[in-house]
């Protein structure tokens, strides 16, 4: 389905979407003007019937522009907003159910934080791994970072593609790469951005080389 290298990942979390009282629809609708590969959406602690709602919106808006478009976490509302696929994580349903139910022709990624983790689902049906986070991130303060060490085996390891993720800027995009990391997973720097065109550039000019 994809080359799996060069790819720009973007996160549409939905409470940072309304702490920083931005409208979501709007949002999407920049962005997916963008040269942005793939979206997710990631909510919690709000009612299913009001992410439902929004993920079908999003899942219209995106899907018009012919973008990738996934549901964080939930399979049921994947399958119900006509998602692309769903993003897992540790305590999600395993990905052999996810996979079962949406079929084989969707995307099921996971999501890492260690080798440990790496170990234990490296069999399993997934497409994509996002691993991190590779640096201190709003979004999930308590998560310890990834060690290099880590990611470094995780890389040499795995069939699979791997998105990372966790406190990405332009600032420390060089470091990324030099991990060995050849896509990369975003949300705080492109949704808060106001030029996220100029960012989704940088990104992407980087990105680009590396599929050469």
Known sequence: MYTWSGLLYVIIDEQTVRRN??????????????????????????????????????????????????????????????????????????????????????????????????????????????????????LKPSLRCCPQSEVKKILKNSKKPIFAIGGITTQNLDKVIEMGFKNIALCREIILSENPKKIVKIFKKKLSSLKK
């Open 21 to 138: 009282k931005l409208n979501i629809y709007n949002l999407a609708r920049k962005l997916s003007c963008l040269d942005i590969d793939i979206f997710q959406f990631r909510f919690y602690n709000i009612e299913d019937n009001t992410a439902l709602s929004i993920g079908i919106k999003l899942s219209k808006i995106f899907h018009e522009k012919r973008k990738v478009f996934i549901i964080n976490n939930r399979v049921d509302f994947a399958y119900l907003c006509e998602a692309n696929g769903v993003h897992l994580g540790e305590d999600d349903i395993p990905p052999f159910f996810a996979r079962n139910l949406l079929g084989k022709n969707k995307l099921v990624g996971r999501t890492i934080h260690s080798y440990s983790e790496f170990s234990k689902i490296k069999k399993e049906p997934v497409d994509y791994l996002s691993l991190g986070p590779l640096f201190p991130t709003e």
